[in-house]
């Protein structure tokens, strides 16, 4: 079991396999070069398992692939299926920007992926597009499609932007409900990588947009471990707002963050971070538990956004962490 310097239980990892996207979104990288990590920097598919291995044996039950784009880097679906083969109950997820899903979907759910996050922000082609910078919507809803078709447990990731989505918020919302995709709004987080000016919409405001529509929606008890607070329609039907400015989940946080370069992170704004690339590399094993152990010792109490008019703006790159 791994415990962190606050007698949390750690028990999720996420894994960047790439921090090349083929997206420029506003709130995360519009200003990025289209470039790329070179290959010898990054590790191996190999050596990222050595480590996700003794992760589950150490405690780690859930695994997520993130990037960047992880659909970007080739035969992830062989990676995926090498963390399925080791332990065929863990649960197994990925998150998407959803442009390349519609070829890889049957391949990731044969790998023995369980879980899929994706990203909409919108169902209007011209927003989309001025969200991403490309011309996107239509690849992504076949990918969104494929993987409905193949079996695959979606969840729908929005970030509505003052001026540029928030009208879309409540379309994007019965989308997801027509379908049965559970989607979650995520406040803009604060990071000097986005465009200058962009501002998100909080908690508050969102559920105001949608109470005009659906005023009679309410609150579910909260998943301590889960950074998102879900409501309830009265069919039943529930939505999720993540709020990284407030830190009620930082009490209960089980996850713990690898990059495709081999450093390990403690947490999303956190900037510390430890290297196992070296260890893993050369088989020692011990040495990157080790490493993980030290890591989460060094996880904060709690991140540093907040709404207390103090908060910080991070100089993470979400696509090298994955967000």
């Not at 579910?220 to 069919?235: L, N, V």
Request: glycine fraction near 6%.
């Amino acid at each position: 079991m791994l415990i962190d310097g606050f007698g949390r239980t750690v028990d999720y990892l996420r894994v960047s396999v790439t921090e090349r996207c083929n997206f420029r979104c506003q709130y995360c990288m519009p200003e990025k070069p289209f470039s790329w990590v070179p290959k010898e920097n990054l590790l191996s598919y190999e050596d990222l398992f050595k480590f996700i291995k003794v992760s589950i044996d150490e405690g780690i039950k859930k695994v997520r692939i993130t990037g960047g784009e992880p659909l970007l880097r080739e035969g992830l679906d062989i990676f995926i299926k090498m963390v399925f083969d080791y332990k065929n109950d863990i649960d197994l997820a990925l998150t998407t920007n959803g442009f390349l899903l519609a070829k890889a979907a049957q391949k990731l759910k044969d790998a023995g992926l369980k879980r899929i996050n994706i990203s909409l922000d919108s169902l209007d082609s011209s927003t989309v597009a001025k969200m991403a910078q490309k011309d996107v919507l239509s690849n992504v809803l076949e990918g969104i499609k494929a993987a409905d078709e193949v079996g695959l447990k979606i969840k729908i990731n929005c970030v509505p932007l003052k001026g540029i989505n928030d009208k879309d918020i409540i379309e994007v919302l019965e989308f997801c409900r027509a379908k049965g995709y559970v989607v979650r709004f995520i406040e803009f987080m604060e990071n000097h990588h986005a465009k200058d000016g962009v501002k998100g919409l909080n908690s508050d405001e969102l559920k105001a947009i949608i109470s005009k529509k659906y005023p009679n929606f309410k609150m579910i008890p909260r998943d301590t471990s889960s950074p998102a607070q879900y409501y309830e329609f009265e069919d039943g039907y529930q939505f999720g707002i993540i709020e990284p400015h407030k830190d009620d989940f930082c009490a209960a946080c089980n996850r713990i963050r690898l990059t495709s370069e081999g450093y390990l992170i403690p947490c999303l704004y956190f900037e510390d971070a430890m290297s196992i690339k070296d260890a893993v590399q050369n088989n020692r094993i011990d040495e990157a538990v080790e490493i993980l152990k030290k890591v989460l010792q060094n996880k904060p109490e709690k991140n540093k956004w907040s709404t207390t008019g103090d908060n910080e703006t991070s100089s993470r790159a979400f696509y090298q962490t994955g967000g």
